[in-house]
C-alpha cells in the first residue's frame, strides 16, 4: 500500500469511529477488538515505510483488562488466541520455531509476505509483516555499502 493511501484509509476508519490514535501521543493506530476474542484486546500498529510504500507493518496486541496480577491476561495467553485467528485469516500452515532471544516465534511465509508472531513481554503479543522483496533488496544494498570495493561516486 502507498503510504498516502495508508494514511486516506485511515483518516476514513478514524471518521467511522474504527480506529483511533494510539494512546500517550504515541504514532500508532489503535483498533480496539471487542467480540473476537476471551476479552476485548487492543491492536495498535503504524508501519514502516520505504520508497513510500508499506515494507513492515508491525502489530501489537495486549488485552485491555492486562495488569501484572491478572495472569490470565497475559500475552502468552493471548498469542494462542491471535494464533487461532490469524489461521484462520492467513492459513493453517504457521511453523514454530524456537528463537534464542524471542521465545516460541510462529512464522508464515507466502508469496513476498512474511508474519512472524510472538511474546514481546508480559503484556504484549507482536505480529510483523514484511515484504521480502523489499528486505532482500535492503539487505543486499546494505552488503554493498559495507564492501570494500564499494565506491560512493
Known amino acids: 500500500m502507498k503510504q498516502q493511501d495508508f494514511f486516506d484509509h485511515c483518516t476514513e476508519l478514524n471518521k467511522e469511529q474504527i480506529i483511533t490514535q494510539g494512546p500517550g501521543g504515541t504514532t500508532s493506530v489503535e483498533h480496539r477488538i471487542k467480540d473476537?476474542?476471551?476479552s476485548e484486546v487492543s491492536m495498535r500498529f503504524f508501519p514502516t515505510f520505504i520508497d513510500y510504500k508499506i515494507f513492515e507493518m508491525p502489530v501489537t496486541y495486549s488485552?485491555?483488562?492486562w495488569a501484572p496480577w491478572n495472569r490470565q491476561y497475559w500475552a502468552e495467553n493471548l498469542l494462542e488466541e491471535?494464533?487461532?485467528?490469524?489461521?484462520k485469516d492467513y492459513g493453517e500452515d504457521f511453523k514454530l520455531i524456537n528463537h534464542p532471544t524471542q521465545g516460541k516465534v510462529y512464522y508464515k511465509i507466502d508469496g513476498k509476505r512474511r508474519i512472524n508472531l510472538f511474546v514481546k513481554d508480559e503484556q504484549f503479543?507482536?505480529?510483523v509483516f514484511t515484504d521480502l522483496?523489499?528486505?532482500k533488496r535492503l539487505k543486499s544494498e546494505y552488503e554493498k555499502s559495507i564492501s570494500p570495493d564499494y565506491n560512493q561516486n
Not at 491471535?82 to 489461521?87: A, F, Q, W
Open 36 to 38: 473476537k476474542f476471551s
Open 82 to 87: 491471535i494464533l487461532e485467528e490469524y489461521k
Open 125 to 127: 503479543v507482536q505480529a
Open 63 to 65: 488485552f485491555i483488562a
Open 133 to 135: 522483496e523489499v528486505e
